[in-house]
T-cell receptor
Framework: DVKVTQSSRYLVKRTGEKVFLECVQDMDHENMFWYRQDPGLGLRLIYFSYDVKMKEKGDIPEGYSVSREKKERFSLILESASTNQTSMYLC?????????????FGSGTRLTVV | GEDVEQSLFLSVREGDSSVINCTYTDSSSTYLYWYKQEPGAGLQLLTYIFSNMDMKQDQRLTVLLNKKDKHLSLRIADTQTGDSAIYFCAETSGGSYIPTFGRGTSLIVHP
């Protein structure tokens, strides 16, 4: 019954590495989102996508990029990882329709940059 | 920008009712949601309410919406240790599908 799958639960990378976080959903949702979650700061939106090959910046896009080549897959890319990108990363998807029944989240990827 | 506020912690005794409160500032909110996050996991949608509703009940969960005061609450009846988690309030408005999240309330259930 898995619906939004993030490829890794835990990841440790070195400063300066290029990091790919993968997210796949099997619900044919149009919208996909990447958030990071930090203690005391809640959820912050990094990037989102309403359609294939389409992307929009969220509140904190600096240091990140995304790719959506297929409807079901939305990748978050850290071009050159830094220690301040150590965080929990959450992918989510939702339908593009009214009424809107909210997000389905993945289990999260806890990334540590050393 | 628009804001969603929640208290950070709530501690209750097992078997009691829990009430988690949320206030929001956007008067054009259309949908309001409660999500639950268990330790080390992603968020799970618990329930939602449309802005034209005052109350929604789903088993042990009761959601109350006071639009005049822009106040949303989640009541969990007969709280169990398995209910210990972080609960996030969220709202969408103006045709946007991107919710504004509160910072979450950590519910601690003790024996």
């Amino acid at each position: 019954d898995v619906k939004v799958t993030q490829s890794s639960r835990y990841l440790v990378k070195r400063t300066g590495e290029k990091v790919f976080l993968e997210c796949v959903q099997d619900m044919d949702h149009e919208n996909m989102f990447w958030y990071r979650q930090d203690p005391g700061l809640g959820l912050r939106l990094i990037y989102f996508s309403y359609d294939v090959k389409m992307k929009e910046k969220g509140d904190i896009p600096e240091g990140y990029s995304v790719s959506r080549e297929k409807k079901e897959r939305f990748s978050l890319i850290l071009e050159s990882a830094s220690t301040n990108q150590t965080s929990m990363y959450l992918c989510a998807s939702s339908e593009d329709r009214e009424p809107n029944y909210g997000y389905t989240f993945g289990s999260g990827t806890r990334l540590t940059v050393v | 920008g628009e804001d969603v506020e929640q208290s950070l912690f709530l501690s209750v005794r097992e078997g009691d009712s829990s009430v988690i409160n949320c206030t929001y500032t956007d008067s054009s909110s259309t949908y309001l949601y409660w999500y639950k996050q268990e330790p080390g996991a992603g968020l799970q949608l618990l329930t939602y309410i449309f802005s034209n509703m005052d109350m929604k009940q789903d088993q042990r969960l009761t959601v109350l919406l006071n639009k005049k005061d822009k106040h949303l609450s989640l009541r969990i009846a007969d709280t169990q240790t398995g209910d210990s988690a972080i609960y996030f309030c969220a709202e969408t408005s103006g045709g946007s599908y991107i919710p504004t999240f509160g910072r979450g309330t950590s519910l601690i259930v003790h024996p």
